[in-house]
């Protein structure tokens, strides 16, 4: 399975379409504002957060919320989707995570199976992100899904979310409020 992975991998990489690094491709815009520590909070709204709260900003579209995380040192926007088990990155993430040498072979571990959400069955490789940092958090040794098309949506899951007590969605002030 590895070897037609990275076989995939490679002839992928030498195709000309639009990937992550792209400057019109906007899942890594260089933002870092989407973090916000919990004083700026704070003063803004006059809400009160605990100290150990980790909040996030999101961004909705089309009824669809956003989040921006960082795996393996890249910035990118992932869906917030509760109903997601993994973390799923398309073959384009995992392309430039494997340029930048923050994904390796060791970090590719099976084949997996997983259903959409449309109930088809499909296939994808299952790997190992070294750091997952959502918001103020690092996560480390995370199992994501990388999904074998460059243009599928990337999925926050639960293999980051069951890692949080508790999860508060705030609609008014668009955040997420991660304990």
Not at 10 to 35: A, G, Q
Not at 150 to 175: H, K, M, S, Y
Request: glycine share 6%.
């Amino acid at each position: 399975m590895k070897i037609s992975f990275f076989i995939f991998l490679f002839s992928f990489l030498f195709h000309s379409c639009e990937h992550p690094e792209s400057k019109i491709y906007e899942r890594n815009s260089s933002k870092n504002s989407h973090f916000q520590n919990n004083e700026e909070l704070n003063s803004e709204d006059n809400l009160s957060y605990s100290e150990d709260s980790n909040i996030i900003d999101m961004e909705v579209k089309n009824g669809v919320r956003y989040v921006w995380i960082e795996i393996n040192g890249l910035n990118l926007k992932f869906i917030f989707d509760t109903g997601a088990s993994n973390i799923c990155i398309s073959s384009a993430e995992a392309a430039v995570l494997y340029r930048q040498g923050t994904l390796t072979n060791e970090d590719i571990l099976s084949t997996e199976y997983f259903q959409d959400a449309t109930g088809k069955i499909s296939e994808g490789t299952e790997i190992n992100l070294r750091t997952v940092k959502i918001g103020n958090v690092v996560l480390e040794n995370i199992k994501a899904t990388i999904i074998d098309n460059p243009n599928a949506p990337l999925l926050l899951g639960q293999t980051v979310l069951e890692r949080f007590g508790n999860i508060e969605i705030d609609n008014t002030n668009n955040r997420i409020i991660l304990k």
